[in-house]
């Protein structure tokens, strides 16, 4: 019975932590077998990544957002530093170095 070919897996594609356990598994159970499994692994990989959301800029934006479509308020490019101090907050221009 011929055998299927198997997909190349290209490597220059593949993390820094993928192409670890591709190795890992080439080593623990073989070249074939290893690069089959980590086939079958890597197709049922989940491939969104979800990066946490920080509350406090969401809400900092939330209110924001308000203030600049009623043009109550104008953000340059370089944007404001919002920095926490003693009972109050400090907001100053950034610069455009």
Avoid: H
């Amino acid at each position: 019975m011929p055998r299927k070919a198997q997909p190349k897996i290209d490597l220059r594609s593949l993390t820094k932590g993928q192409l670890r356990k591709l190795t890992a598994l080439k080593k623990s159970v073989g070249d074939e077998i290893g690069e089959k499994a980590f086939a079958e692994w890597l197709a049922t990989d989940d491939k969104t990544v979800v990066e946490p959301v920080d509350k406090n800029a969401r809400l900092i934006a939330e209110a924001i957002e308000g203030l600049i479509g009623k043009n109550k308020l104008i953000v340059p490019n370089c944007g404001y530093l919002v920095k926490r101090g003693r009972g109050r907050v400090i907001v100053t221009r950034c610069d455009s170095d």
